[in-house]
């Protein structure tokens, strides 16, 4: 691998334009090759970034040298694009969701383990500054022992995001696999592996063959409960994207939360990083006061340092953060919820013969 490394990226949409000004603006890398289906705007992206575009990436691949690809495409592409790049051992960063179903993404997972070509989940919030210093605190004797968590993903997405990308509205789109995805990594990293779910949804306001509103109970192995809100036509701040500060593109609420994490012996408010928790040693009380620490943190892009770790993985200095194996077991727990909804029961995250909980 010579010192410039060439990147390809297929689907030069909304977060695919963010990975090509990243990849851009590093000394080392170039964004060399476009895949994408051919249109004014396509054509007038590649031009514009003097880059070739490819209306497939097997061809891409064929014509092309790179030493690495971004997939950002619409999730029905997902499998067959990370699929041509495994098998032409290029390391790939797939956007989230791995793939549109879990089948495949095991498919997908286990091809990556046994060609030994590494393979990202786009959960980019992986890399956040905030998710360490959130879990020290959860993990300290002022927190205790998780009890309950409670989450939000609330938002409105206009109607010319449906209108530029009518995927979105179809099978294979809606907001559990576009948004409710990175939540459910968290709620692991966080909270553990999940057990059971129940879940219920609507599409009664937009009326899209997918769902707009989803609400759902969550048991952890280790015994705590979650509930969950999800939708993408409520008018609400009460979102990651709108708390964590971390995209300038949204407005900013750094004093709401989107998280609320409680403990046997004290709570976090999360991302704005309250935390209360009653004295060390002394016998906890709802008559008690607590004692209260606002912690500190470093913010930074975690786009970006997602993708100084591709670069790192890419250069063999580390393995993979958010592998396809992760992204295979959060598809597990869309999958569970995918089938509560369906049929209105408690259901359990199945998981294949290989796979462990712990």
């Known amino acids: 691998m010579s010192d410039g490394l060439r990147f390809l990226l297929s689907g030069p949409g909304l977060i695919g334009k963010q990975h090509a000004r990243l990849i851009n603006s590093r000394p ?100 956040s500054p905030l998710l360490g210093a959130a879990s020290a605190f ?38 559990v696999l576009i948004n409710l995805i990175h939540e459910i990594g968290l709620l692991r990293y966080f909270c ?36 969950f809100l999800l939708s993408d036509t409520a008018a609400s701040s009460k979102s990651w994207e709108m708390t964590s500060g971390e995209n300038p593109a949204y407005p900013s609420f750094p004093k709401e939360n989107c998280y609320h994490f409680a403990g046997t012996n004290g709570s976090l408010d999360f991302p704005s990083m309250r935390a209360r928790y009653y ?21 930074a892009d975690p786009l970006k340092l997602q993708l100084d770790h591709f670069v790192d993985v890419l250069r063999q200095k580390t393995t993979p953060k958010a592998s396809a194996r992760d992204g295979y077991l959060n598809m597990l727990v869309v999958d569970a919820i995918k089938r509560s909804i369906g049929s209105q029961t408690v259901v359990p995250c199945r998981l294949g013969p290989a796979e462990t909980r712990a």
């Open 28 to 127: 080392d890398s170039s964004l060399s090759v476009v895949v994408a289906p051919p249109s004014t705007r396509n054509e007038a992206f590649a031009s514009a970034i003097e880059a070739p575009l490819y209306a497939d990436i097997e061809t891409a691949l064929k014509n092309e040298r790179v030493d690495a690809a971004i997939i950002s495409s619409p999730n029905s592409f997902h499998f067959d694009q990370a699929m041509s790049c495994i098998e032409e051992g290029i390391p790939a960063l797939v956007e989230k969701p791995l793939t549109d179903n879990v089948d495949t993404a095991r498919i997908l997972a286990e091809r990556s383990a046994t060609l030994k070509v590494p393979v990202l989940t786009g959960h980019h919030r992986t890399y």
């Open 138 to 175: 959860l993990n300290s004797e002022r927190f205790g022992e998780l009890v309950a968590v409670q989450g939000t993903a609330l938002f409105y997405k206009p109607a010319h995001y449906f209108k530029e990308g009518v995927w979105r509205t179809k099978i294979g789109g809606g907001p």
């Open 192 to 227: 553990g592996e999940i057990k059971n779910v129940f879940a219920l949804a609507n599409n009664s306001h937009r009326r899209f063959e997918v769902e707009d509103t989803v609400a759902i109970t969550f048991e952890f192995l280790n015994g705590a409960l979650g509930s």
């Open 279 to 299: 004295a060390i040693g002394s016998d906890p009380s709802w008559w008690s006061a607590f004692e209260y620490d606002e912690l500190s943190v470093v913010r």
